[in-house]
Antibody, heavy 118, light 106 residues
Framework: QLQLQESGPGLVKPSETLSLTCTVS??????????WGWIRQTPGKGLEWIGN???????YYNPSLKSRVAISVDTSKNRFSLKLSSLTAADTAVYYC??????????WGLGTLVTVSS | SYELTQPPSVSVSPGQTASITCAGD??????ASWYQQKPGQSPVLVIY???KRPSGIPERFSGSNSGNTATLTISGAQTMDEADYYC?????????FGGGTKLTVL
């Protein structure tokens, strides 16, 4: 059974850069059928797609976040990562990693709450 | 940028049919997916490629997509189906979510 697990700091200061990692188990991140991505959900609000990465390294980003986002992949460790810079309180959210397959997000991590506060 | 619009809330009685709509420009040209999210939990995929059900999703969940509207239908809704539902599509490899619909079953 495929599992995804987010990890990273729960508290980050304004203007700093958030770094999160998603570790994939029960399957290979190098599958040529899937993308791997990040989604966030602000408290009490809806879902916002952040971006996707293919195992080869090709990426797609939400245009509204593109200037601040970088997603990378480490196939040797079967994981991928998110960096989000110039943080503000508006970036406080639960961050999920997920697998994209057949055009849908079929496996999700449990999510990790990130609070931006001094 | 591409937008998907959902009603904020839908209410049904147990055993009745719930329909949740998702509107977007020429949405029928894209595949729509639907996710169920219960409080404190991660979203769960319930419909993909407009009308396909992942393994383990009950048959009472179905989907359609025509014109500018995709629809999630829950036939014989149960109290366990009470949750937030989000539609999602891809626009030029950019992911877009609808704002979500709170389904109340009571």
């Amino acid at each position: 059974q495929l599992q995804l697990q987010e990890s990273g700091p729960g508290l980050v200061k304004p203007s700093e850069t958030l770094s999160l990692t998603c570790t994939v188990s029960g399957g290979s991140i190098s599958s040529n059928s899937h993308y791997w991505g990040w989604i966030r959900q602000t408290p009490g609000k809806g879902l916002e797609w952040i971006g996707n990465i293919y195992y080869s390294g090709s990426t797609y980003y939400n245009p509204s976040l593109k200037s601040r986002v970088a997603i990378s992949v480490d196939t040797s460790k079967n994981r991928f990562s998110l960096k989000l810079s110039s943080l503000t309180a508006a970036d406080t959210a639960v961050y999920y990693c997920a697998r994209r397959s057949s055009g849908a997000l079929d496996y999700w991590g449990l999510g990790t709450l990130v609070t931006v506060s001094s | 940028s591409y937008e998907l619009t959902q009603p904020p809330s839908v209410s049904v009685s147990p055993g009745q049919t719930a329909s949740i709509t998702c509107a977007g420009d020429k949405l029928e040209d894209k595949y729509a997916s639907w996710y169920q999210q219960k409080p404190g939990q991660s979203p769960v995929l319930v419909i993909y490629q407009d009308n396909k059900r992942p393994s383990g999703i009950p048959e009472r969940f179905s989907g359609s997509n025509s014109g500018n509207t995709a629809t999630l239908t829950i036939s014989g809704a149960q109290t366990m189906d009470e949750a937030d539902y989000y539609c999602q599509a891809w626009d030029s490899n950019t992911g877009v979510f609808g704002g979500g619909t709170k389904l109340t079953v009571l």
